[in-house]
């Protein structure tokens, strides 16, 4: 006679609805999932969504700073008179609007990846951003 404790820990062999890969799941909660319209995600999906998740917020907190100093430096050059002095202001804002641009595609391509290595390699393109902008 099986045991009914024993049976709740039964396994099995399901693909996750994202990398395709296969991945073992208490048995019965596929079926549950189905049911509510839920994703069966690996655990390896999920740790990618997490640090995606950490990345863009991290990417979208230094939009904003660079949103603020273009604004600073839009209303030193209304102020300015001096042209070279103005010029100065109009290569910061360039340059800071120029990185901007890049950080939006670097969310695009964030979002885009299922792929844990590219990660890594935005993280590393972010931080050069940031020094950039700095
Ligand atoms: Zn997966």
Redesign the pocket.
Known sequence: MPDSNADKLVLELVA??????P?MMQKGEKLRKQENNEEI??????K?EQRKKKLVSSVVESQKEIKTSIKEYESQLELEKLQEKKKIYYDKIKQQSEILTKSVELLKKIEETNNEKYIEEYKKLFEKMKRESS
């Open positions: 996750c609805d994202r990398c395709k890969n991945f995600v690996c655990e390896n999906c999920l990618l």
